[in-house]
């Protein structure tokens, strides 16, 4: 039923295996090919493109589904529906800022600085039309010259000022730049062609799909803890449980303890198991979560 996009290069690994862990696994006959498929009903073919196409393929219809950057449907200001955000990216779960940069020398401290220079600031940059738009809107009087890469390079032979992605900021601070300003804060998005979004059939099937991503997306680090315990440790058990609601709880059959089951942190379970047991619980279960879908 419907055509999807995903992202080839610094995306693809990450959304890969996003889709495998949500049942929707792609596959395709060599890391090099650019066809794919789902072996899901609602899924009549794949493609996997660079990001930066993506929103205006999606735009014009050639796809009805895609998942790109947020920055990347800046870019050419493209009209598509957004069905949410996928909070993930190339290398963490945190999203990707496009940030303005200058030398540590710099006597740049601010955009504000950049609006007062006498003559146009050289900027280097993947995102020209974003950065247009922005450098203009503050005032500031800019040559803007496109970077197909290392734009971190670029400074000081090539330009004044570079507009770039950074995930951790790690990269800037290795070429000795320093970030003076945000432009935007970019997620991952599930998105759709208006078109295709507006057949009743289509958006049913993408946010059934939008679903099973963001579901796995919710379960990613979290864990079931079920476990055993006598009524007069009761409290103190439910105490210490880090729930994402409040913990269920039922009494067993034929006794008078309770069985409790909570969804919790993995990062905290190597300190709750032992509390727990040391608060009065017993029969202590952690498993893994596949998908979480309020």
Known sequence: MLRVVLPKGSLEKATLELFEQADLGVVRGSDVHYRATIDDPRVLEVKILR??????????????????????????????????????????????????????????????????ASSPVRVATEYPSLTRRYLEAQGVKAEIMLSYGATEAKIPDIADVVVDMTETGGALRAAKLRIIATILVSHTEVIANHSSYADGAKRHAMEQIYTLLQGTLEARGKVLVKLNVAEVSLQAVIDLLPAMKSPTVSKLFGGSDYAVEAVVPKSVINVLIPDLKDAGATDIIELPLSKIVH
Do not use: M
Request: proline letters at 6%; charged letters at 25%; aromatic letters at 6%.
């Open 51 to 116: 990001p930066q196409e993506i929103a205006g393929y999606v735009e014009s219809g050639l796809f009805d589904l895609g998942v790109t950057g947020r920055d990347w449907i800046e870019e050419p200001s493209a009209d598509v529906v957004s069905l949410g955000e996928l909070e993930y990216s190339k290398a963490t779960d945190q999203p990707v800022r496009i940030v303005l940069a200058v030398a540590d020398s710099s006597p740049v401290q601010s955009v504000a600085d950049l609006a007062q």
